[in-house]
């Protein structure tokens, strides 16, 4: 509450004092052009622009911008009264017209806008001068050279007279100057800096998540207030410069306090972040003496802040040794023992940065003599003469020059043609509204100007017509509404552009007299200032028709660009920090030219385009702003293992090349994924992209995955445990070195090893951020997408190429047999699968999907194994279609191999089957799923039998045939998974069961329920204590879609851990189907395995699963199925 009261009271006394300097600088100016000699009256001929120079000037002013201003509107006055006296004496105003004296503005305007270096002041200055010389020169139809030579000194005086006010409103009645405004800025940024790093420190020690959390919260909005501070900081020592030359008694020796204490905002960031980032407090590594010592380390630099902040002399090398010494004695013991504990010392890493940036020596004056500037060895004036008039033409300043040069001849013309006496204001309105550079933002900027100059001319109506005879009382009523204005200016509504029109508008009425009846000069002026603002949104219309929202998305690739750059020349190798801070400061300023485009984007109208989703881009400008800091920190890491590697010489070289290999490991997660989305913004759209690709003639081999066209967007995916691994790894190697460089009993050796802990620890926590940031960067990626393409389906984390289309295909090859059909139905569920069957019927039915054919999302095409015919013989189908634009896919493709034949049609199946399917996966980028078999353990010798087991096979038997080729087939899965990185799933199915088994198959469950309906004899092979386990096939289903959508590449057991006979099995198929049928015992078959049954432990574990269904309550279900496919009826 304190905090919200003392925020008001600043607002309210900045305001007043604004509108105090303002309303003594308009005084002036009124009081001499309205009460002055009449000579200096008739010299002063325009009080309108000295009331537009005092606002130009003056608003939120100090002594040193006024100063500044009086050199400005030198320098304008010189630039605009110089090239059109000698025209206006030539030619003469009365020998122009309307389009000669608009051409003569336009051309004026070309030559003020053009030269870079000139500052906007003395633009708007120079360009308000240069439309009242020539119009006004025109609507008198001066035609004498006296007239033409009076005319442009009295525009010069009257700009003269404003700039004066200026200066002597901010010299009384107190001077309000830029260094005391600094000093004051200084000492609250010191203030600010201490109590938020108290109150991190506590954070850092509490006992509690709640207590470190409080204290985080109340360092936020100090934050915020920090940076406004800086901003001010910033804003005032280019205003001390100007102040320095004509009173040198105010000349201060810690006029560089600002920059010194920017530099302490860095590594407070940095603590933040590490504070956000820590899991749990109290944090269990801390120990009671570092405490002490954070403790010790921020009372010092308090202390040496408040001596900043008073600018008292200091010497705090005596504390800084003692301190020095504590904090290596307390960290010799220490190192991370894996990520969780970066933040940790990541945070006493940036403590120490802290410390040892507060401990910087001032800047001496006979340093700051030898480092003086170009300005002060060449003169102040004549260095920024020559910086005005840098003229280098190129295409980027014509373009500004060439805008503004049109819109203020169109204003200029067009405001003529509508009223010639007064023409001026419309292009007065443009002059004193250039822009600094592009001007995306012209909709708002003239909506909030008309606005202004609407609420001013409305009071300055109301103001003449309370006091229509009373010229002082009318002049005083303008005391309050520069107060509003104050305000108004420092509002978000109006900003300063809506603030400046409105005081602008009220003063043309209430501050001047003799300019006709108030009303009609009121509407007069409104719909000059309508053309003004119109002309400039034409023109930005046509010479810029690039929106903000498009720019945006162009610089946040190009980031991209910069960044995928930062990330490649990270490096622990020699003088790599000098590369590495060169590619951060590049990056961030394009992630300060994003915000810009943002901040335009967000407020341009959106007319018929996609509004701007300015949510999603703030997100993502400021992970940015976070990799920008991450990479700072990191070259300033690198930076002190460089210094300290000079100590250790040879043996650093040696050690350093394991380090350098993780971030190798690093450079290529994150650099990857950097480049993704900077191709992935850059493109139009998708569906553009689809079409482009579509149209490309691609060929293609299912089994060399070969294509016309490269994979577009290839990107390794950013998985927690690979993650994990790389920086667990990076921390071994690090603890490695740190032990061998270690010294015992040698304070050098304790020191060092302290160093290389903290830098080391900062950097492995600068990757590991960097690679947080990166996937939250792709989570905005992904909705950015998302949000201009509705209609599909986005996926950025796939390993392979990145998914762009709508729904998810898939292709099941078996799809007609007993699994797959149970399968498909489960798919089809899912109203955005598409899906796709491949059978030749061998095993498979027809009848089995009937319910689906002729279904909008599934298609049938009758073929065998041999899928690289199918493809080659149906190039119009939709699948053919879909594998030919260039490998991309919609979702991955879940390809299931369920086929199931006998003899060489089982191996040929399996084998080549498997093969191609293989193929075409590594094509589009699929995932693929085979459904191996509980066959490829054999007869096992291991029971119950775990997905580790190799098994027990005979590899001649009758049975071989399905037993290795399931073997083969896991094996190509596996090859082609390690040499081509397809992703795969391999489930290892038993016994399953369920309606739709073939009648003829040779299973023993459909054998049993066939023989029990036909009401023959259940045969059971001998010795009949053969076991197997069974799954009823909806849990089998649920079973392959869990694995299928799982992370866990397999093989992975999918069955019914219960164990049954087939003597059991028999007895409970004649309970529940027919009690009076017999049970025969008959010869068993050559190679039938004794036993089988399925250890899930790992199948519960990652994947979540175990059957549902029990035998019992599963074999009833298959009874109405096989009865009216055997035609039997039940009896009743």
């Known amino acids: 509450m304190l905090a919200t009261t003392n925020r008001a009271r600043a607002v309210w006394q900045r305001c007043l004092a604004s509108a105090f300097r303002t309303a003594l600088a308009c005084t002036i100016v009124g009081c001499t052009t309205l009460h002055g000699p009449a000579a200096v009256q008739h010299h002063i001929a325009f009080p309108a622009f000295s009331y537009v120079t005092v606002i130009l000037i003056g608003t939120d002013a100090t002594l040193g911008d006024a100063l500044h201003g009086c050199w400005l509107a030198l320098y304008a006055t010189i630039q605009s009264v110089g090239p059109a006296l000698p025209s206006l004496w030539l030619i003469g105003p009365a020998r122009f017209t309307n389009g000669t004296i608009s051409l003569a503005v336009a051309l004026g305007a070309f030559v003020v806008a ?90 850092f020690c509490a006992e509690d998540n709640a207590l470190a959390l409080s204290y985080i919260s109340q360092a936020k909005p100090l934050t915020i207030a920090g940076a406004k501070l800086l901003s001010s900081i910033k804003r005032y020592q280019e205003s001390v410069k100007w102040e320095r030359l004509p009173l040198k008694f105010l000349r201060n020796s810690n006029l560089n306090l600002g920059e010194r204490l920017q530099e302490l905002e860095i590594p407070l960031r940095g603590m933040d972040m590490a504070l956000s980032t820590t899991s749990s407090f109290p944090i269990r590594m801390l120990e009671a003496e570092t405490k002490q010592v954070l403790a010790q380390q921020e009372e010092h630099v308090s202390l040496t802040l408040k001596q900043i902040q008073n600018c008292l002399p200091r010497d705090s090398s005596t504390v800084s040794e003692s301190n020095e010494d504590k904090i290596i004695g307390s960290l010799q013991t220490l190192h991370p023992a894996n990520h969780e504990d970066l933040p940790t010392f990541f945070f006493l890493f940036c403590m120490k940065l802290l410390h040892c940036k507060s401990l910087a020596k001032p800047i001496t004056s006979i340093q700051q003599k030898e480092s003086s500037t170009p300005c002060k060895k060449n003169g102040f004036f004549k260095s920024t003469w020559m910086s005005n008039w840098s003229t280098s033409v190129n295409s980027k300043r014509l373009k500004p020059a060439f805008k503004c040069s049109l819109s203020l001849g169109l204003a200029v013309l067009f405001g003529l043609i509508y009223s010639k006496k007064d023409s001026c204001w419309s292009g007065l309105l443009v002059a004193i509204s250039l822009a600094a550079a592009r001007e995306a933002t012209s909709f708002k900027a003239a909506n909030v100007k008309a606005q202004g100059t609407v609420l001013g001319t409305v009071y300055g109506v109301f103001g003449c017509f309370v006091f229509e005879r009373y010229l ?143 949510a999603c881009y703030c997100t993502l400008l400021g992970s940015l702003s976070k990799v920008v800091d991450l990479l700072l920190f990191s070259a300033d890491a690198v930076g002190i293992l460089e210094q300290e590697s000079q100590k250790l010489g040879a043996s650093w070289k040696e050690s350093v090349n394991k380090l350098n290999g993780d971030v190798e490991l690093f450079k290529g997660m994150a650099g990857s994924l950097v480049e993704c989305f900077e191709d992935v913004t850059l493109l139009k759209s998708l569906t553009f992209l689809e079409k482009e690709l579509e149209n490309k003639n691609i060929s293609y081999d299912l089994e060399l995955g070969k294509s016309s066209n490269l994979n577009i967007f290839k990107a390794s995916g950013l998985k927690d445990d690979k993650i994990d691994s790389i920086i667990n790894s990076y921390l071994q190697h690090s603890k490695e070195i740190v032990d061998k460089f270690q010294a015992a009993d040698h304070e050098g050796g304790r020191e060092l090893k302290s160093q290389v802990v903290l830098c ?36 950025l984390w796939e390993e392979g190429d990145v998914n762009l289309k709508s729904n998810m295909r898939i292709l099941v090859t078996g799809g007609a047999g007993f699994i797959g059909s149970h399968l498909v139905d489960k798919l089809m569920e899912n109203e955005k699968n598409e899906v796709i069957v491949a059978d030749n019927y061998f095993t498979g039915c027809k009848d089995n999907l009937r319910k689906w054919i002729g279904h909008p999302r599934f298609e049938l095409i009758r073929h065998g194994p041999d899928a690289k015919c199918i493809f080659d013989k149906r190039p119009g189908t939709r699948l053919v279609s879909f594998s030919e634009s260039g490998g991309m896919c919609i979702e991955p493709w879940d390809i299931l191999n369920l086929e199931v034949c006998d003899n060489l049609q089982t191996i040929k199946t399996n084998v080549i089957g498997t093969l191609n399917m293989l193929g075409l996966a590594k094509r589009v980028g699929a995932r693929i799923l085979l459904t191996s078999t509980s066959e490829v353990y054999g007869d096992p010798l291991v029971h119950p039998q775990p997905e580790s087991y190799w098994g027990n096979v005979n590899p001649i038997g009758v049975r071989s045939c399905y037993d290795e080729g399931k073997r083969v087939a896991e094996t190509l899965m596996f090859d082609y998974h390690r040499q081509h990185g397809i992703e795969i799933r391999i489930a290892r199915i038993f016994n399953t069961y369920g ?31 053969q076991t197997r386990s069974f799954c009823y096939v909806s849990d089998m289903v649920d079973g392959l879609i869990r694995l299928m959508e799982g992370e866990n590449t397999g093989p992975i057991n999918i069955g019914n851990p219960g164990e049954f006979t087939m003597t059991e099995l028999a007895e409970t198929v004649k309970e529940l189907i027919n009690p009076g049928v017999e049970i025969n015992m008959v010869e068993n078959t050559p190679d039938d395995p004794r036993q089988r049954k399925p250890d899930i432990t790992n199948t519960k574990a990652l994947l979540g699963w175990e059957p ?25």
């Open 995 to 1025: 309606p739709r088994m073939n009648i003829d198959d040779g299973r023993v469950v459909s054998n049993f329920i066939a023989q029990a309906l036909r009401g023959e004899p259940l045969t059971v092979q001998k010795p009949g204590t």
């Open 1108 to 1132: 549902k269904v029990k035998l019992r309550d599963g074999l009833p279900l298959m009874e109405e199925d096989f009865r009216q496919r055997l035609g039997v009826t039940k009896k009743k």
């Open 114 to 203: 053009f030269p870079e270096g000139t500052h906007l002041i003395a633009k708007r200055i120079a360009l308000g001068q240069i439309v009242i010389m020539y119009v006004v020169a025109f609507i008198n139809g001066e035609d004498t050279h006296d007239e033409a030579i009076m005319h442009s000194l009295n525009v010069a005086a009257s700009t003269a007279i404003g700039v004066l006010a200026c200066v002597i409103a901010l010299l009384l009645p107190c001077p309000r100057l830029a260094c005391w405004e600094l000093k004051q800025n200084c000492g609250r940024l010191a203030e600010n800096v201490s109590e938020r790093l108290d109150l991190y420190v506590k954070a």
């Open 472 to 614: 002082p009382l009318r002049f005083i009523s303008l005391l309050p509404w520069f107060v509003v204005t104050s305000f108004l200016r420092h509002s978000q509504m109006y900003s300063q552009a809506g603030g400046i029109s409105a005081v602008i508008g009220a003063l043309l009425l209430l501050g001047r007299k003799d300019f006709g009846l108030p009303s009609e000069f009121a509407i007069a002026r409104i719909v000059e200032t309508f053309i003004g603002l119109s002309c400039s949104i034409m023109v930005d219309l046509i010479l810029q028709p690039t929106r903000s929202s498009s720019l945006a998305k162009v610089q946040l690739s190009k980031c991209f660009g910069t960044l995928s750059a930062c990330i490649g020349s990270m490096s622990l190798a020699a003088n790599n920090r000098t590369i590495l801070l060169k590619k951060q400061r590049r990056l961030k300023l394009d992630v300060s030219e994003l915000g810009k485009f943002i901040g335009e984007a967000e407020v341009e109208p959106n007319f018929w385009f996609l509004p701007f989703n300015t």
């Open 760 to 795: 080391l620890s900062a950097l492995g926590f600068c990757m590991s951020n960097l690679i947080k940031e990166t996937r939250e960067i792709g989570k905005g990626i992904i909705e950015l997408l998302q949000w201009e393409n509705p209609l599909k389906h986005i996926n």
